[in-house]
C-alpha cells in the first residue's frame, strides 16, 4: 500500500512513545498516511511521569518545517506543543514563508496531572495569534478554561465555552470531554456556527496516555485524504476510543493507547 497524504507534525518528543511525536507518527502511519516532522523539544518521561524537557532551538524549529515542506509539501499541517513565545513566533513565520493555512492546531498548555506546561507569554500569544490561523483547534476542558478564563464542570459548561472559543477566532473547534468526571464523555464540534455532539462511554482505565495528541493527528490524517470535517472527527474519536479499549497494560503508570488499533478501523471505515 502507498501513502495516502502527508502530513507534518510539529510537536515534542515523549521518550516513553505514548504521547508527543511519537504517538502522532504511530497514529498517521497506521491510517495509512506519511509522516514527516519538525521537533520542537526532547522530554525524557515514562508513564508514571516528565524527568525533563530540553527545548529546541527556535531557528532549528522553523529550519525543520521549511527544508521539508520545500522538498515535500504536506496535505495538512498537525501542530502540538509550542512551549514558549519564541517557538511560537518562529512557527508562526515559518507557516506564513511556506504560505499553509490546512493547520489542526492541538493547543497543548496543561498536563494530564494539572500542571501547566507553557508561560503565561506564550499562553497570550497562542490565544491571540496563533488560534486564528488554524483550521481546526483541539483544546481539552483545561486549555479551554484557561483560553476562555472560564471554569467548566459540566456539559452545559462546555457549550457556554465554545462559543467563546469561536469569539477568539478560531474557524473551527472540536473541545474534547475526557477530563469530565462523568459516565460519557461529551466531545462538541463547532463548526460553521453548528455544534455536533459526539457522545461516548467513558471507558475505566488508567491507560490513556497521549489520547489528544493521538485525537489531532487522526482527524488530521484524515482531513489530509480529503474527508470532510465532521466524518474527520467522529472516524477520530472512534479511532481513540477503539485505542483506549485494546490499550497494551504498559508501565506502571498512565500506560499508552493502542495505536494499532486502525487495522480493523480500516477496514470497517475507509
Ligand atoms: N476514559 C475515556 N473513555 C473514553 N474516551 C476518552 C477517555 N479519556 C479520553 N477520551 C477521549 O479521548 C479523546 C481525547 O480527549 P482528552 O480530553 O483526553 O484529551 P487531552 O486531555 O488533550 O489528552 P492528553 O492528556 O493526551 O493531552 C476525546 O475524544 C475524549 O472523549
Ligand atoms: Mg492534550
Request: proline share 4%; with cysteine; charged share 20%.
Given at each position: 500500500m ?10 515534542g518528543?515523549?521518550s516513553?512513545?505514548g504521547?508527543?511525536i511519537?504517538?502522532d507518527?504511530?497514529?498517521v ?11 520542537t523539544?526532547?522530554?525524557s518521561q515514562?508513564?508514571t ?6 527545548p529546541?532551538?527556535p531557528?532549528e524549529?522553523a529550519k525543520q518545517i521549511?527544508?521539508t515542506c520545500k522538498d515535500?509539501?504536506p496535505?495538512?499541517i ?6 514558549s ?7 508562526l513565520?515559518?507557516?506564513?514563508k511556506?504560505?499553509?493555512d490546512k493547520?489542526v492546531?492541538?493547543p ?10 507553557i508561560?503565561k ?6 490565544k ?6 488554524a483550521?481546526?483547534?483541539t483544546?481539552n476542558?483545561?486549555?479551554a ?6 471554569k467548566i464542570?459540566?456539559y452545559?459548561d ?6 467563546i472559543l469561536?469569539?477568539l477566532g478560531?474557524?473551527n473547534i472540536?473541545l ?9 464523555s461529551y466531545?462538541?464540534l ?10 461516548n ?6 491507560n490513556?496516555?497521549?489520547t489528544g ?8 490524517t ?6 470532510p ?9 472512534k ?32
Amino acid at each position: 500500500m502507498k501513502p495516502r497524504s502527508k502530513i507534518l507534525i510539529i510537536a515534542g518528543s515523549d521518550s516513553s512513545g505514548g504521547a508527543g511525536i511519537q504517538a502522532d507518527i504511530k497514529t498517521v502511519t497506521s491510517l495509512g498516511g506519511y509522516a514527516m516532522t519538525a521537533v520542537t523539544a526532547i522530554t525524557s518521561q515514562n508513564t508514571t511521569g516528565v524527568k525533563s524537557v530540553v527545548p529546541i532551538n527556535p531557528k532549528e524549529i522553523a529550519k525543520q518545517i521549511f527544508y521539508t515542506c520545500k522538498d515535500i509539501k504536506p496535505d495538512v499541517i498537525k501542530i502540538g506543543m509550542l512551549h514558549s513565545e519564541d517557538v511560537i513566533n518562529s512557527v508562526l513565520k515559518s507557516l506564513k514563508k511556506i504560505k499553509f493555512d490546512k493547520i489542526v492546531l492541538d493547543p497543548v498548555m496543561v498536563a494530564k496531572g494539572g500542571a501547566k506546561l507553557i508561560n503565561k507569554n506564550a499562553i497570550r500569544i497562542l490565544k491571540y495569534k496563533l488560534i486564528k490561523k488554524a483550521y481546526l483547534i483541539t483544546p481539552n476542558i483545561p486549555e479551554a478554561e484557561v483560553l476562555t478564563n472560564t471554569k467548566i464542570k459540566n456539559y452545559s459548561d462546555m457549550l457556554y465555552s465554545i462559543n467563546i472559543l469561536s469569539k477568539l477566532g478560531a474557524k473551527n473547534i472540536l473541545l474534547k470531554g475526557g477530563h469530565l468526571n462523568s459516565r460519557h464523555s461529551y466531545d462538541i464540534l463547532l463548526m460553521n456556527n453548528k455544534k455536533e455532539i459526539f457522545k461516548n462511554k467513558m471507558i475505566k482505565t488508567k491507560n490513556t496516555h497521549g489520547t489528544g495528541c493521538t485525537l489531532s493527528s487522526a482527524i488530521a490524517t484524515f482531513l489530509s485524504c480529503g474527508k470532510p470535517l465532521k466524518k474527520s472527527c467522529e472516524l477520530g474519536i472512534k479511532y481513540v476510543n477503539q485505542a483506549i479499549k485494546s490499550n497494551p497494560v504498559y508501565g506502571k503508570g498512565n500506560g499508552p493507547i493502542n495505536h494499532l488499533n486502525s487495522f480493523n478501523l480500516n477496514k470497517k471505515f475507509l
